[in-house]
Nanobody, 114 residues
Framework: QVQLVESGGGLVQAGGSLTLSCRVSRRTLSLYNVAWYRQAPGKEREFVASASRSDSTTYAESVKGRFAISRDNDKNTITLRMNSLKPEDTAIYYC????????WGRGTQVTVSS
């Protein structure tokens, strides 16, 4: 069974930065498109960013220019670098495979204070 373990979240002031990591087990990362999602309190889970197998990236409008997704196929790891964080970025962040979803991990909490 594929396992996703997200880490790197925390409490940061508005304008600050965080880098999230997602470690993937039991799936060869290089064969799949990957993505980050987030779920804020009382809201639906939403798309944040994706990276294709060829490293083409896509971002939600709300994070474009501030977040950067990357992948390390050798380490089976997906990274999300987040800059200029805003209070509205507060959420639990998850990674997954957009076309072939697997069981969600526990996510990592990001809290941005104003």
């Amino acid at each position: 069974q594929v396992q996703l373990v997200e880490s790197g979240g925390g409490l940061v002031q508005a304008g600050g930065s965080l880098t999230l990591s997602c470690r993937v087990s039991r799936r060869t990362l290089s064969l799949y498109n990957v993505a980050w999602y987030r779920q804020a309190p009382g809201k639906e889970r939403e798309f944040v960013a994706s990276a294709s197998r060829s490293d083409s990236t896509t971002y939600a409008e709300s994070v474009k220019g501030r977040f950067a997704i990357s992948r390390d196929n050798d380490k089976n790891t997906i990274t999300l670098r987040m800059n200029s964080l805003k209070p509205e970025d507060t959420a639990i962040y998850y990674c997954n495979f957009p076309q072939t979803l697997v069981s969600w991990g526990r996510g990592t909490q990001v809290t941005v204070s104003s």
